[in-house]
Every structure is written in structure tokens, then in C-alpha cells.
């Protein structure tokens, strides 16, 4: 089985160690959310956490996210102190035994949704993107130069009459929900009125004005090349995680959502500490990537997985599945995950716990009564984590008879 883990966000989640122990995972997920992104996270601060996840009988499995500074990100003047400062942050996690870290390389933006409470048939919530609402946002809100050259004709002109539709409390909506709400509990951005977001979200994107994907991709191959050795050498598994969405938004370049992206980098420092998260959320959502085909591609170099799954629609919107519906296939990506794990166990490979979180969730039941984080609902994750532990079980009693 793979490694059953839970996403934590630390003191300020609504949901608590003790309780996330009833839920029966083994592992938890977290990151030092408190430590400005730039800094070392210290010994002793890595450990206060690992402390505390070891006193509800769990383990510190994934560290999600070491989060990379824009600078590196842009190349900034600011890049070597500050890639520096990551590979401090990784001797420390390595020597308070942390061996898994996800991260990535996305500017400005991590995840993109225009709806957090999209109602479903069943009366369950879902997270949403709606295409010509995120055209509303960048070629209306945001006024970016180039937006419309950027998307489908039709797009562009569905996108200005529904602007002009907009009540100024839509779009204040909108405004806090692309920028707000999903990066707010991820990346600590954060800004008192809409206005404010915009400008301090326009500032970040100008910082990419020079740069396209041959850029980034420099940027981060420079970064992988000072980090990745560090990383071997304090016995680290490096997983960079998927652009979610994958695609080209808001005119910056996005080097991580397709089979050919991937590739790419795990070529560009050909180590084995340079791995993948394989979300297949994220990846689910570009109709160009055929999960399973991907998985049984690259799966030596996965050590961390996010299941969940889209549904995606013709006209390029898409919302979450549930986990075992949508385009993504779960089935078949877990039954590749455990016969890699067979693998890994019967080579003597170390790295074979393979953690694993459901990502995402419906809201559902009583998750309407709770604060959760967007996208982090204890119900919704709670059915999807029994689903796919159910699903591992059925797989494996197949695997073990058949073999
Ligand atoms: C969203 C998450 C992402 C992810 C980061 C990893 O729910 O999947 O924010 O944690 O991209 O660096």
C-alpha cells in the first residue's frame, strides 16, 4: 500500500493533528507555513513540527512546499543568495531525517480556479474553473496587454460581454478568488482590498515581461544544478509538482504540464534526487496528457503523489471529479504505483514508501459547517482517501493472485 498521508497546514488548520489521527493515515504533509518564503528553515525549527507530528503517532512524510523564491524563479539580482538559502533549508531537513520534498516552479500564480463553491447535482460544492470568467480576469480585470491574443476569438468576446454583465461585487469575487483565497493559505499573499491585489499582482507579473519558457526552463536547470547535489548528498528526493492548470496563463511562460515538459527536466540533471510529484489533478486537467501513459513513463522518478481527478469540458472549463470519476483514471495510475512499489521493495530500494495524499475534495455534509481551506474539506477528502485505500486493497489481492 502506499503510504497514506493528509495535507496539514500547520496551527492555523481547522483540522487537527488529533483528529487527522482518527482518519488513520500514517503520514502528515506540511511546511513551515510561518517562515517567509527566502529563509532558512532552521534545525530547530523543523523539528518543533516533526516533534509534534510524532506526538500524535504520526511521521513528517512529505515536506509540501519548500517554497522557490520568485527571484530564483525571474533570475533576479537576489537568485544565488537565495538558492543559497535552499540548500541550507535541505542539509537541515535531511539531517532531521525529512527525505521527500515537493515544490514548484510556477511565477506568480500556483493554482488557478474562478469558482470555489461550483454546486454539483448531489448538492456537494466543487472547486471550478471557468475559462471565460479567467479571460474576464485577465484581459478585464487585470488589462494585461497581449491577454487577447492569447486565448480563442471566441473566448475573448464571450469574456466581454460577461464583464460587461459583472456587478462590481462579481468581480471584487473573482479578484479575491484567483488571487486571494487559493494563494492566500498556500503562499501567504494577502492584501486588504481588491484594488491593492491587483496592483501588487500586477508588479509580479512584470517581473516575467522578458521571460519566456527558454527562459524559465535556464532558470530553473541553473537551479536544479545547485540544488540537486545537495540534495543527493543529504539523501533528499526532490518532486516538482505540475502546473496547475496546465497551460499558458496570464502571458507567463509554464514549463511543467505535459509528458515532453517533464521529461525535460528530469533530463536536465539526470539524478535520481531529481523526481516528480506526480499530481494527477493537475495533469488531468490539459486534454493533451494521457495520465496513464505517463505514469508507466515516469514513474522510477515519482516519490510523492497527489490522486484526485478532473472532469474537463469542451469548451477548456474543468472542476474536480470525484476521485475515482473524471479523465484522470485513478485505477490504473495506482495499480502502476503499487507494481513500482513491488519494484522498489524487491530491489532493495529504500525509497518505496511512495506517500501518497488525496488532493482536493468535495465540500459536502458537514464540511458546509466548517471553515476548511478551498479545496481541503475533511469530508470531501475523508470519501476520497476511503475510495482510493479501497481501491489499493482490490488491486493488490489482484496483483498478489495473478502473479
Ligand atoms: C494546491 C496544491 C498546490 C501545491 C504546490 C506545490 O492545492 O496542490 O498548491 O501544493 O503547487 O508546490
Redesign the pocket.
Known sequence: MLEKTWRWFGANDSISLGEIRQIGVEGIVTALHHIPNGEVWSCEEINRVKTEIEQHGMRWSVV??L?VHEEIKYGGPDRDRLIENYKESLINLGKCGIDTI???F?PVI??IRTDLHHKLDNGAESLYFDFVEFVVFDRYILNRVGAEEDYPEEIVEKAKSRFLSMSSLEKERLVDTVIIKTQGF?DGITADDPNQAIELFKGLLKKYDHIDESGLRHNLKHFLEAIIPVAEKVGINMCI?PD?PPMKVLGLPRIVGSYEDICWILDAVDSPANGL?F?AG?LSAGAHNNLTEMIKSLVERVYFV?LRSTELRENGDFYEAEHLKGRANLAEVVRELLLEQKSRKNSGRMDFRMPMRV??GHRMLHDFNANHNP?YPLIGRLKGLAEITGLEMGIELQLDNFS
Do not use: A, F
Open positions: 509540501e512546499s517554497p515537493c515544490y514548484n510556477m500556483d493554482w498556500i509538482h496547475d510529484t499530481c493537475s497527489h488532493d482536493h479545496g
